[in-house]
């Protein structure tokens, strides 16, 4: 049985940091691109960041470049997202998934980790 299972999430104060880990149970991650995406209250699922896993490749979204860094432990089968720079607009529950490549639907994804930026 597959199983993704995200850690790490928090309330933290704008301007803050966190790391969000998923554990991978099922299934080999390095198969596999995985990504992180997000859920805010009343607002559409939004991919996050991909990492390819045939050429390493990384995708942001807009919002988070350059603050968010994705991240693979091969040898631990996790995955990680490192989250600098945090705003209140990052606030949402953060999901971690896997699909064939950054193109593909998702098919597989975590319960998800409450994260909240607020002051």
């Known amino acids: 049985q597959v199983q993704l299972v995200e850690s790490g999430g928090g309330l933290v104060q704008p301007g803050g940091s966190l790391r969000l880990s998923c554990a991978a149970f099922?299934?080999?991650?390095?198969?596999?691109?995985v990504d992180w995406f997000r859920q805010a209250p009343g607002k559409e699922r939004e991919g996050v960041s991909c990492?390819?896993?045939?050429?390493?490749?990384?995708d942001y979204a807009g919002s988070v470049k350059g603050r968010f860094t994705i991240s693979r432990d091969n040898a631990k089968n996790m995955v990680f997202l490192q989250m600098n720079s945090l705003k209140p607009e990052d606030t949402a529950v953060y999901y971690c998934?896997?699909?064939?490549?950054?193109?593909?639907?998702?098919?597989?994804w975590g319960q998800g980790t409450q994260v909240t930026v607020s002051s």
């Open positions: 099922g299934l080999t991650l390095d198969r596999y691109a």
């Open positions: 998934a896997t699909r064939g490549s950054c193109s593909e639907p998702y098919h597989y």
């Open positions: 990492l390819s896993s045939s050429d390493g490749r990384t």
